[in-house]
């Protein structure tokens, strides 16, 4: 079992930069995928990027491509995603998730069996 704790939300001015984190735990953090997920109020849960196992290969929604980097340390068992100049339309609950599957086939929300709580991150205009 993955134990996925979220941090790092807030409240920031449009333009603005946040850098979330997801804290694992276990000994097997290197042999799941990892992905970062949204969800604004009203709106169904989205994808936001994904990073396969060795942390080379990576995917991002179109709206976030070069504002948000998403990486990983499997020595401290943690996941990050540097969010620079946001927007008011990236206001959501972020949530990490992880997928026992490659990184080509973890690509809906459904394919990631552990999920942490959320971080709101809120941007104002």
């Known amino acids: 079992q993955v134990l996925l704790v979220e941090s790092g939300g807030g409240l920031v001015q449009a333009g603005g930069s946040l850098r979330l984190s997801c804290a694992a735990s276990g000994r097997t953090f290197s042999s799941y995928t990892m992905g970062w997920f949204r969800q604004a109020p009203g709106k169904e849960r989205e994808f936001v990027a994904r990073i396969g196992r060795n942390g080379i290969f990576k995917y991002y929604q179109d709206s976030v491509k070069g504002r948000f980097t998403i990486s990983r340390d499997n020595i401290k068992n943690t996941m990050y995603l540097q969010m620079n100049s946001l927007k008011p339309e990236d206001t959501a609950v972020y949530y990490c998730?992880?997928?026992?599957?490659?990184?080509?086939?973890?690509?809906?929300?459904?394919?990631?069996?552990?999920w942490g709580q959320g971080t709101q991150v809120t941007v104002s205009s």
């Open positions: 998730a992880a997928s026992a599957q490659g990184i080509d086939e973890s690509l809906s929300a459904e394919k990631y069996y552990y």
